[in-house]
């Protein structure tokens, strides 16, 4: 059974940081570009950040740039979101998704095949 785990949510204060992990079973990460999305309540789903198979290739959402950074380990058939300076708008369910697209990724959650359940992240103080 493929599936997609994500972990590392939680509360956070405005300035803080988390780091959410996307962890693959019953299918090996590395031949898929894994993208991270969210979802607010009342809001579309948007993606935030995408990673290429190999881990060349990376896109952010603009409002994420200089506070995120997308990474994977193969190896631990892995992949982070290391989020920093987190706002209150950042609050929101975070899914981390795999597709097998050539040499890059999109931020766009049409292509992505399987899906992780979601994990919470409310920034608040």
């Known amino acids: 059974q493929l599936q997609l785990v994500e972990s590392g949510g939680g509360l956070v204060q405005p300035g803080g940081s988390l780091r959410l992990s996307c962890v693959a079973s019953?299918?090996?990460?590395?031949?898929?570009?894994i993208g991270w999305f969210r979802q607010a309540p009342g809001k579309e789903r948007e993606g935030v950040s995408c990673i290429s198979q190999s881990g060349r290739v990376t896109t952010y959402l603009d409002s994420v740039k200089g506070r995120v950074t997308i990474s994977r380990d193969n190896a631990k058939n892995t992949v982070y979101l290391q989020m920093n300076s987190q706002k209150p708008e950042d609050t929101a369910v975070y899914y981390c998704?795999?597709?097998?697209?050539?040499?890059?990724?999109?931020?766009?959650?049409?292509?992505?095949?399987?899906w992780g359940q979601g994990t919470q992240v409310t920034v608040s103080s």
């Open positions: 019953g299918f090996t990460l590395d031949s898929y570009s």
């Open positions: 998704a795999a597709a097998q697209i050539r040499n890059g990724c999109t931020l766009l959650w049409g292509p992505y095949d399987y």
